[in-house]
């Protein structure tokens, strides 16, 4: 069997040596609020998937999805904000 191989290092830059840039900790440093949001979401989730919800349960998920939702709005709203010509 005959293994083919890139020639030029450029084609085979190995992604695991590679760090983020300044511009990707920015993106993640905006989406932070979403991420924690939708992981506080998932950990609701969770705790309802072995038994019924009570009513302290289904709060805790109701809280939860409001805070993706506003999250997600602060998001695209910082986003359309940001971008030349979005709506402002």
């Known amino acids: 069997m005959k293994h083919i191989a890139a020639v030029q290092a450029v084609v085979t830059t190995d992604a695991v040596d590679r760090k983020?840039?300044?511009?990707?900790?920015?993106?993640?440093?905006?989406?932070?609020?979403?991420?924690?949001?939708?992981?506080?979401?998932?950990?609701?989730?969770?705790?309802t998937l072995d038994r019924e919800p009570s009513e302290l349960d289904a709060r805790r998920l109701r809280r939860a999805r409001r805070r993706v939702l506003a999250a997600r709005r602060s998001l695209a709203n910082t986003a359309a904000a940001t971008v030349p010509g979005g709506a402002a």
Do not use: K
């Open 20 to 47: 983020p840039t300044a511009a990707e900790l920015d993106a993640i440093e905006q989406e932070m609020p979403l991420i924690l949001a939708g992981v506080d979401l998932l950990d609701a989730q969770i705790i």
